[in-house]
């Protein structure tokens, strides 16, 4: 399973698109601050399966989840734009979350600098900013992941 991240597109479509694609993944997993545009992209890619969660500056609907957990190629992800986390003071307290739920990897944003680490058994990855061209790749094969961090353009 190829899984697509995105985050903090804030309002620009073409390197999301260019990266749907180049890519050509299972999913796309859009982590907010401008969930417009994943509906966009929805939108425009009309087949492609996608999950998203609001960002702080995104307006949740009335029900929608800021985390979201789900088994995804037989592992379990955590998704979350991470300002509920405090991801920019540092990732302790999104890790924790991620452990207590069980979770292998940890997508998130809110920082807009991208990165790409495992630590005991737990990938963790910011997709940066699709704004300016970034995004993020989780491979999972028979339950053995992988995690890694694209640029394709922009400033």
């Not at 796309?28 to 545009?37: A, F, P, T």
């Not at 991208?114 to 704004?131: I, K, Q, V």
Request: aromatic share 6%; with cysteine.
């Amino acid at each position: 399973m190829k899984i697509l991240v995105l985050s903090d597109s804030h309002g620009t479509m073409r390197y999301m698109e260019e990266a749907v694609m180049t890519e050509a993944p299972d999913l796309v997993v859009h982590l907010g601050d401008r969930v417009r545009d994943a509906e966009e992209l929805s939108r425009e890619f009309q087949f492609q399966p996608m999950l998203r969660v609001p960002g702080n500056c995104d307006y949740p609907m009335p029900g929608e989840e800021e985390t979201l957990l789900r088994s995804l190629g037989g592992v379990t992800v955590m998704m979350t734009h991470g300002h509920r986390y405090g991801v920019k003071a540092g990732l302790l307290r999104a890790e924790l979350a991620a452990r207590e739920a069980g979770a292998a990897v940890l997508l998130f944003g809110h920082t807009h600098a991208p990165y790409c680490s495992e630590h005991d058994g737990l990938w963790m990855l910011n997709p940066g900013s699709a704004a300016r061209g970034d995004y993020g790749i989780v491979l999972v094969d028979n339950g053995n992941l992988k995690c890694y961090n694209v640029h394709i353009g922009g400033i």
